[in-house]
């Protein structure tokens, strides 16, 4: 089913290198004020720093990686902020008892992608010990990888699997390949077998948040989560199981988690108003979808662009044109690059409206996906879930 063409066929247009060096030439610039830290969201111009806990931990360096190999290993800082990050994750890797799903945001792109760059062992060491904290996660009864721990004494979410971790997957698909050990891959495809029967609609359409009876493996309830309800489509959301579905499609050559990804592709660009980037949540009263998530449409487009590698030639060109009208939309209708105040690269993200926060914002998980589509628009950069 591999139609691994699709994506090299398009020609590289005049705009993917402009937003490329503009990207450089921008990154260059606030990697001097950021560095080795944890950005998030940007506030006023500036990228908030979070402490290396926080699920968007890996996205700096991820996105530094990515820098990094595109511009051919060139004498840039891109390589050395990127392994101190990863260093400072140890103290989460080794001190921290929270760690939940999230894992593999944070060590897929700074671990498992710095061992496949330069095969550095201590990197093969934290990715491994990573993948063995998410699999030691999974409910044997109900098939899903748990999500958080509890956020309060005595609070009981043990039954919880959210859509996030469709993303997170693939690190347990890569130690399987690195160990030989089909444990991990085993258990990836458990999880997403019940993102299928549990979190995508028929539509299309994702839910958020699944609480399962622990003991039982039944389903509870379903919760909305970072969407406006449970029953509405939180575009960010739509964006992970459509992205991670395909990477499962890759990993396990199976056809339902391929015909899965279509469909929920089909309902995200079937979404999409003239400019293509998709409001916060599909499903959301009208008047709050004034709000974009760029971040939705950025990581959506990646899960596209690998979507056309994977169908028959001739579906291939629908998905991949797809991917690359977002991404284009994305740097044309809201790249900060004329904005030398501004760090972050894309504008209107919205991170979490029902708390209302980090809400019109540029968030480093866009800024990570736009980059990376760029970097699959060129070709032959390596990418981390893959
Ligand atoms: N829960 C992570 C996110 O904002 O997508």
Redesign the pocket.
């Known amino acids: 089913m591999m139609n691994t063409t699709a994506a090299s066929q398009i020609e590289t247009a005049p705009w993917i290198n402009e937003a490329w060096e503009q990207t450089v030439k921008k990154v260059l610039r606030t990697s001097s004020r950021i560095g080795a830290e944890f950005p998030h969201a940007s506030q006023g111009g500036t990228y908030v720093l979070e402490a290396p806990h926080w699920?968007t931990a890996g996205f700096w360096p991820g996105l530094l990686w990515l820098l990094h190999e595109g511009e051919g290993n060139a004498n840039l800082p891109f390589r050395q902020i990127a392994e101190e990050c990863e260093r400072k994750l140890d103290e989460v890797l080794d001190g921290y008892d929270r760690l939940d799903h999230d894992i593999g945001f944070m060590w897929l792109l700074t671990s498992v992608i710095n061992y496949k760059l330069n095969g550095a062992e201590g990197s093969r060491r934290r990715a491994l010990k990573a993948a063995n904290y998410l699999m030691g996660r999974f409910n044997l009864k109900g098939n899903f990888i748990r999500a958080w721990n509890p956020w309060s004494e005595g609070e009981d979410n043990s039954g919880w699997a959210?859509i996030?971790c469709a993303m997170n997957v693939p690190l347990l698909q890569w130690a399987s390949r690195e160990t030989g050990d089909p444990r991990y891959s085993h258990v990836a495809e458990a999880h997403m077998g019940t993102v299928l029967n549990h979190f995508i609609r028929t539509d299309g359409s994702v839910r958020h948040i699944v609480r399962f009876d622990s003991q039982s493996g039944e389903v509870a309830e379903y919760i909305g989560g970072?969407g406006f309800g449970p029953e509405s489509a939180w575009s960010?959301g739509t964006a992970?199981a459509l992205y991670g579905l395909t990477l499962a499609a890759k990993h396990t050559g199976r056809q339902e988690f391929l015909d899965a990804a279509k469909r929920v592709s089909h309902f995200f660009l079937s979404q999409l108003s003239e400019d293509s980037v998709p409001v916060w949540d599909f499903r959301a009263p009208e008047e709050t979808k004034v709000l974009r998530d760029s971040s939705a449409g950025a990581c959506a487009a990646c899960g596209l662009l690998l979507l056309a590698e994977l169908v028959p030639s001739a579906e291939a060109s629908s998905y991949s044109s797809a991917g690359e009208r977002i991404l284009k939309s994305l740097y044309q209708n809201y790249g900060s690059f004329d904005q030398d105040e501004e760090e972050g690269l894309i504008l209107h993200g919205t991170?979490?409206y029902p708390e209302r926060k980090n809400m019109d914002v540029p968030l480093i998980y866009g800024d990570y996906f736009f980059v990376e589509g760029l970097a699959r628009l060129r070709g032959g950069v390596t990418i981390p879930w893959e």
């Open positions: 699920w959210i996030d970072q960010r992970w991170s979490h």
